[in-house]
């Protein structure tokens, strides 16, 4: 069993920066991959980044690529979410997933990740 806390959520003025940790009790076997969802109220849960842990690759939504940066620390069993040059459309609740995505086509989608942490909220006032 993997349990996610996700923490470093908060309020921040558009332009700033933030960072997002995820704290991992367990890891997933085999070809896994963890990442960073985001919803809006009255939005659907979207996908954000994520690194699939054996081949190091990195993937990124467009609306954050080169803003956002995912990184890991095995030896914490930690990742990591770098958010910089904040917009106020970046205000969502921040989950940390982990699971296992039929190939890399599926590596943005939810319901490819079977381990949920509860979420952090990042507000971006304008």
């Known amino acids: 069993q993997v349990q996610l806390v996700e923490s470093g959520g908060g309020l921040v003025q558009a332009g700033g920066s933030l960072r997002l940790s995820c704290a991992a009790s367990?890891?997933?076997?085999?070809?896994?991959?963890m990442g960073w969802f985001r919803q809006a109220p009255g939005k659907e849960r979207e996908f954000v980044a994520a690194f699939r842990w054996r081949n190091d690759g990195l993937y990124y939504a467009d609306s954050v690529k080169g803003r956002f940066t995912i990184s890991r620390d095995e030896a914490k069993n930690a990742v990591f979410l770098q958010m910089n040059s904040l917009k106020t459309e970046d205000t969502a609740t921040y989950y940390c997933?982990?699971?296992?995505?039929?190939?890399?086509?599926?590596?943005?989608?939810?319901?490819?990740?079977?381990?949920w942490g509860q979420g952090t909220q990042v507000t971006v006032s304008s």
């Open positions: 367990g890891r997933p076997f085999g070809e896994y991959a």
């Open positions: 997933a982990a699971g296992y995505p039929a190939g890399i086509s599926r590596v943005t989608t939810a319901s490819e990740y079977m381990y």
